[in-house]
């Protein structure tokens, strides 16, 4: 099946700093990918739907100017968490979307703001 | 809007048994029907889908889900489970035909005794 990677895997930073985690599709194009957040024993909730060449879409309550996105190619989008603090500590995952409507997940990015 | 509700937050099994995911979703139209498994700390793999057709889907490590559109249900069934298949498991719904992120179920955690 598909794959889609992200890196960094695990990220630990400093109250107040900006993380960037990146999401490729590695061998099939993504018009739309999906970043979700996940928090210990709970579900992942969508966060917003990335198209490339296009501006993000949010979904309530997720701060735009928090957390860009950015889908400067088929095979790449990115989250960067501006100013991040110790609430946005959390496991972030992607999904790419392939033709045909199936989605695959990246295996999740845990960052910890210390 | 779309909802999955996953009853059981837990479910233990002894190895070998059986074993019956329980999923009920609330979606006005058609919806696209995902399950996907998870272990500690890792990403989400996709076990099977259901876009349309028939109704049974047959999916990787042995598992299958029957969609009922009467009961608004798609549950996940092994008819003999291993150790290896204890993890976190997740069903999704996903409307506009699979353009828009996926909604998850809070998910159910199995167990498997020796």
């Known amino acids: 099946g598909a794959v889609v990677s992200q890196h960094p895997s695990w990220v630990i930073c400093k109250s107040g700093t900006s993380v960037k985690i990146e999401c490729r599709s590695l061998?099939?194009?993504?018009?739309?990918m999906f970043w979700y957040r996940q928090f210990p024993k709970q579900s992942l909730m969508l966060m917003a739907t990335s198209n490339e060449g296009s501006k993000a879409t949010y979904e309530q309550g997720v701060e735009k100017d928090k957390f860009l996105i950015n889908h400067a190619s088929l095979t790449l989008s990115t989250l960067t968490v501006t100013s991040a603090h110790p609430e946005d500590s959390s496991f972030y995952i992607c999904s790419a979307r392939e033709t045909g409507a199936a989605l695959y997940f990246g295996p999740g990015t845990r960052l910890l703001v210390l | 809007a779309q909802s999955v509700t996953q009853p059981d937050i837990h479910i233990t099994v002894s190895e070998g048994a059986s074993l019956e995911l329980r999923c009920n979703y609330s979606y006005g139209a058609t919806p696209y029907l995902f399950w996907y498994v998870q272990s500690p700390g890792q990403g989400l793999q996709l076990l099977l889908k259901y876009f349309s057709g028939d109704t049974l889907v047959q999916g990787i490590k042995g598992f299958e889900a029957e969609f009922k559109r009467s009961q608004s249900s798609f549950n996940l069934r092994k008819p003999s489970v291993h150790w290896s298949d204890a993890a976190e498991y997740f069903c999704a719904v996903a409307s506009g035909g699979g353009a828009d992120g996926l909604t998850f179920g809070k998910g159910t955690h199995l167990i498997i005794q020796p």
């Open positions: 061998d099939f194009q993504a018009t739309t």
